[in-house]
């Protein structure tokens, strides 16, 4: 099963993704977690990636689209993945049913979006700011981010709306209440794909 989880900055999509992997059994593709992977080790990728993610700003599309291309080449990905984070804008997702296509893979099941109040969002970034210490927590960036998911991302979400494989999920309340609503939707997409 390929699942799509897509929603803000300080959603809970990072929780619910740990807990919808160990539903799923399929391999987790995080585009954010593969690009502070390539700064740390300081790869070419990784200095380039690097200034987007510090001002918020979203790495370009060919750079992202390469970077998932290669993952899903591998055979773990055969059966399914998780994607978080990818895809974040228009071209992203038609480049990856494209590339599925080329594949001969199964196309996206379903695409979930957490919904989270704007209030609850910054409560919970400022708190992730506080515990973690990311460097793309800092109040302008995290402005940025809102405003690129608002003016970037949302578009995605039509894009899986028109194909009927949107799924909004009330993300407000605690990590079980979230994933509760979230285990209900997969396990109905997943019984209606047979998977
Ligand atoms: P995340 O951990 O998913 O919030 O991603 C952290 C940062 O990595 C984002 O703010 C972007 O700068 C960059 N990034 C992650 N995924 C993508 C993507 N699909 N397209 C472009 N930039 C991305």
């Known amino acids: ?3 799509v989880l897509l929603s803000p900055p300080g959603s809970g999509k ?3 993704c740990r807990r919808l992997l160990g539903l799923l059994g399929v391999p987790h593709l995080s585009t954010g977690a593969m690009l502070r992977e390539s700064v740390r080790t300081g790869s070419e990728m990784g ?3 690097g200034s987007f993610i510090q001002q918020g700003k979203l790495v370009p599309d060919d750079v992202i689209v390469t970077l998932v291309k290669q993952r899903l080449q591998e055979r773990d990905c055969e059966a399914g993945c998780l994607l978080d984070g ?9 480049a990856l049913d494209r590339e599925l296509k080329a594949l001969g893979r199964r196309q996206v099941d379903v695409a979930l979006e957490l ?12 708190e992730r700011a506080r515990q ?4 793309d927590d800092s109040a302008d960036t995290v402005v940025r981010r809102m405003e690129v998911y608002d003016l970037q991302t949302k578009p995605v979400l039509e894009y899986y709306r028109e194909q ?5 999920i009330d993300g407000m309340g605690s990590a079980d209440e979230v994933f509760a609503r979230i285990e209900t939707q997969v396990r109905k997409y997943g019984s209606a794909t047979g998977n």
């Open 164 to 168: 009927g494989k949107l799924v909004s």
């Open 86 to 94: 990818f895809p974040r804008t228009v071209p992203q997702a038609v």
């Open 47 to 49: 200095k380039m990636a």
């Open 14 to 16: 990072g929780t619910q």
């Open 115 to 126: 919904r989270v109040t704007l209030e609850e969002l910054i409560r919970r970034l400022v």
């Open 132 to 135: 973690e210490g990311r460097q």
């Open 1 to 3: 099963m390929i699942v």
